[in-house]
């Protein structure tokens, strides 16, 4: 800031050079984390050729979800040798294009990925946004562009850092908003989750940035009806596209009520002596309604193209996702010890068969998992209570990520238990929360230099002594506290009341703690001024 003031540039030109070089810094940070990787690595994950395949049927028009080889619920692809063969073509016209990991735009013909032009209906298609949203690109382009699969979580989180740094501009707290997004911009873990193959995580994290721009707005900013009305309708179409593409987003519906009934709250003065009035109560329920309404739509609108392509081909139509019975089974398994969950695929498919009428693991049989895990609740409350307490510590600390790899020899506390499955595996799938990225290069910090932020703003806005010997910052970190805490509400979500072990939705919790970081530094910026002259 200080370069650029030196450089005698107006006020208003600044911030648009500074939210710039942070972008452009986040895109060399991504182009250097896929550039600098094969098409092999890339495609390691059987998630990320399925969604391209299926992106490729539909931009070949042949519906959706299709892809040139049956797309099951299992994990193991090499066994089918459509599979096979589609790799081997999709390498071929790779490097007969000269498509690279960079030139995302870069395309090749759908038509010869198929081995013998047939394209088959897939019978596995949950978090399936992300294949469509990438068949829509293919039929504008023309063409499949296979990169392009790793690089759209990356643009499209482009404007979202815009209209985050901006919304704190606005609300008087730009200095918290840039710091914010050179932070996510150098961390390895937010860039990595943009860009993974593995999942759509990156639109979970996205929601996020969103719900955040929100919170933002309707606490801190100068809330109109007009202004509220309008990003709920953005905030809606947004998350409508993003849940499609990643089923935890709708968990984060509750922190968006939040948000939107702060706004409501500050957006129509109260009558004196009334809490909230019946105008307040309206523009909250329109909010959540435009809200909701895109999410609602666009699910149906999927629901009817997938019906169609079914029915044209003479495939039953089958649910997107499992019973979440199944996920929230295998998910007690991060913190029980006693009564016998465990966080893997097998032990989930065991205890349906345990429970199941017809003696298989199908997915009509999923639902008598939720007598099961209701039962343990019925017959000890403790014990569950017990494990939401663990989970909502173990996120906010990030405890799972403490070890330190130069230190330790792991970046990762390893599991202690049984019960914890394969936990182990999903956090070695990605860079962790307190690994940093600058370029080509990537390393690691001690937990403490991530959590030091959010302690400190804690005590500077609670403790009286810090009150008055730090006023501004003191000021500024209260001013802070109920953003943070709407976004940590969004975050702790999935968590809390699924599972810890997924490790992607739990580490998210450092953006919380990079907003304390924020909060901090413009503190301690405005605590340095010299005061106003009267």
Same mark, same amino acid.
């Given at each position: 800031?200080?370069?650029?003031?030196?450089?005698?540039?107006?006020?208003a030109?600044?911030?648009?050079?500074?939210?710039?070089?942070?972008c452009?810094?986040f895109?060399?940070?991504?182009?250097?984390?896929?550039?600098?990787?094969?098409?092999?690595?890339?495609?390691?994950?059987?998630?990320?050729?399925?969604?391209?395949?299926?992106?490729?049927?539909?931009?070949?028009?042949?519906?959706?979800?299709v892809?040139?080889?049956?797309?099951?619920?299992?994990?193991?692809?090499?066994?089918?040798?459509?599979?096979?063969?589609?790799?081997?073509?999709?390498?071929?016209?790779?490097?007969?294009?000269?498509?690279?990991?960079?030139?995302?735009?870069?395309?090749?013909?759908?038509?010869?990925?198929?081995?013998?032009?047939?394209?088959?209906?897939?019978?596995?298609?949950?978090? +399936?946004?992300?294949?469509?949203?990438?068949?829509?690109?293919?039929?504008?382009?023309?063409?499949?562009?296979?990169?392009?699969?790793?690089?759209?979580?990356?643009?499209?989180?482009?404007p979202?850092?815009?209209?985050?740094?901006?919304?704190?501009?606005?609300?008087?707290?730009?200095?918290?908003?840039?710091?914010?997004?050179?932070?996510?911009?150098?961390?390895?873990?937010?860039?990595?989750?943009?860009?993974?193959? =593995?999942?759509?995580?990156?639109?979970?994290?996205?929601?996020?940035?969103?719900?955040?721009?929100?919170?933002?707005?309707g606490?801190? +900013?100068?809330?109109?009806?007009?202004?509220?009305?309008?990003?709920?309708?953005?905030?809606?179409?947004?998350?409508?596209?993003?849940?499609?593409?990643?089923?935890?987003?709708?968990?984060?519906?509750?922190?968006?009520?939040?948000?939107?009934?702060?706004g409501?709250?500050?957006?129509?003065?109260?009558?004196?002596?009334?809490r909230?009035?019946?105008?307040?109560?309206?523009?909250?329920?329109?909010?959540?309604?435009?809200?909701?309404?895109?999410?609602?739509?666009?699910?149906?609108?999927?629901?009817?193209?997938?019906?169609?392509?079914?029915t044209?081909?003479?495939?039953?139509m089958?649910?997107?996702?499992?019973?979440?019975?199944?996920?929230?089974?295998?998910?007690?398994?991060?913190?029980?010890r006693?009564?016998?969950?465990?966080f893997?695929?097998?032990?989930?498919?065991?205890?349906?068969?345990?429970?199941?009428?017809?003696?298989?693991?199908?997915?009509?049989?999923?639902?008598?998992?939720?007598?099961?895990?209701?039962?343990?609740?019925?017959?000890?409350?403790?014990?569950?209570?017990?494990?939401?307490?663990?989970?909502?510590?173990?996120?906010?600390?990030?405890?799972?990520?403490?070890?330190?790899?130069?230190?330790?020899?792991?970046?990762?506390?390893?599991?202690?238990?049984p019960?914890?499955?394969?936990?182990?595996?999903?956090?070695?799938?990605?860079?962790?929360?307190?690994? =940093?990225?600058?370029?080509?290069?990537?390393?690691?910090?001690?937990?403490?230099?991530?959590?030091?932020?959010?302690?400190?703003?804690?005590?500077?806005?609670?403790?009286?002594?810090?009150?008055?010997?730090?006023?501004?910052?003191?000021?500024?970190?209260?001013?802070?506290?109920?953003?943070?805490?709407?976004?940590?509400?969004?975050?702790?979500?999935?968590?809390?009341?699924?599972?810890?072990?997924?490790?992607?939705?739990?580490?998210?919790?450092?953006?919380?703690?990079?907003?304390?970081?924020?909060?901090?530094?413009?503190?301690?910026?405005?605590?340095?001024?010299?005061?106003?002259?009267?």
């Open positions: 800031m200080r370069i650029i003031a030196r450089m005698g540039l107006s006020g030109l600044r911030p648009f050079l500074v939210v710039s070089a942070i452009g810094l895109l060399a940070n991504a182009a250097a984390l896929i550039g600098g990787s094969t098409t092999r690595e890339l495609f390691r994950f059987w998630r990320s050729s399925d969604d391209f395949a299926i992106a490729a049927g539909y931009g070949a028009r042949q519906g959706f979800p892809a040139p080889y049956r797309v099951l619920d299992t994990i193991r692809r090499e066994r089918d040798p459509r599979f096979v063969d589609f790799r081997r073509l999709l390498d071929q016209q790779i490097a007969l294009q000269n498509v690279t990991p960079s030139t995302f735009w870069r395309t090749v013909p759908p038509a010869s990925l198929s081995p013998d032009g047939q394209w088959r209906a897939a019978a596995r298609f949950d978090d +399936g946004g992300r294949a469509l949203f990438l068949g829509l690109c293919y039929r504008a382009l023309g063409e499949a562009a296979p990169f392009l699969l790793f690089w759209l979580g990356i643009l499209i989180c482009v979202l850092l815009v209209g985050l740094f901006l919304e704190c501009r606005w609300a008087g707290h730009g200095i918290a908003g840039g710091v914010l997004i050179a932070l996510l911009s150098c961390s390895a873990f937010f860039v990595e989750m943009l860009a993974l193959g =593995y999942s759509a995580v990156g639109f979970h994290v996205m929601a996020l940035l969103v719900l955040l721009g929100l919170a933002v707005y606490l801190r +900013g100068q809330v109109t009806i007009r202004g509220l009305v309008f990003r709920s309708l953005v905030a809606g179409v947004l998350i409508g596209v993003f849940s499609l593409a990643r089923g935890t987003v709708p968990s984060l519906l509750p922190a968006f009520v939040m948000a939107l009934g702060a409501a709250w500050r957006a129509i003065p109260t009558a004196a002596g009334r909230i009035g019946v105008r307040q109560l309206g523009l909250l329920a329109v909010s959540v309604a435009l809200l909701v309404a895109p999410y609602l739509f666009l699910s149906n609108a999927v629901d009817g193209l997938v019906a169609r392509t079914m044209k081909r003479g495939r039953p089958m649910p997107r996702y499992h019973d979440p019975a199944l996920l929230i089974w295998k998910g007690l398994g991060d913190f029980d006693t009564k016998g969950y465990e893997r695929d097998k032990a989930g498919e065991r205890a349906i068969i345990r429970g199941s009428r017809t003696g298989d693991a199908s997915r009509a049989q999923e639902i008598h998992l939720r007598s099961v895990i209701l039962g343990d609740i019925r017959e000890d409350p403790v014990w569950f209570a017990t494990i939401l307490v663990k989970r909502a510590l173990s996120t906010i600390t990030l405890y799972k990520v403490w070890a330190y790899g130069p230190r330790d020899g792991t970046s990762i506390i390893p599991a202690a238990s019960n914890e499955g394969v936990i182990d595996a999903y956090y070695s799938i990605a860079a962790h929360a307190d690994w =940093y990225r600058f370029g080509s290069r990537v390393g690691e910090l001690p937990i403490v230099f991530v959590l030091l932020p959010s302690l400190i703003c804690l005590l500077a806005g609670t403790l009286p002594s810090v009150a008055s010997s730090a006023p501004e910052l003191a000021r500024v970190a209260r001013a802070g506290f109920p953003v943070m805490s709407i976004l940590a509400v969004g975050v702790l979500a999935t968590p809390v009341l699924i599972t810890t072990a997924t490790a992607f939705e739990p580490e998210c919790f450092v953006i919380v703690h990079f907003l304390a970081a924020g909060f901090l530094v413009e503190g301690v910026v405005k605590a340095r001024k010299p005061p106003a002259r009267a």
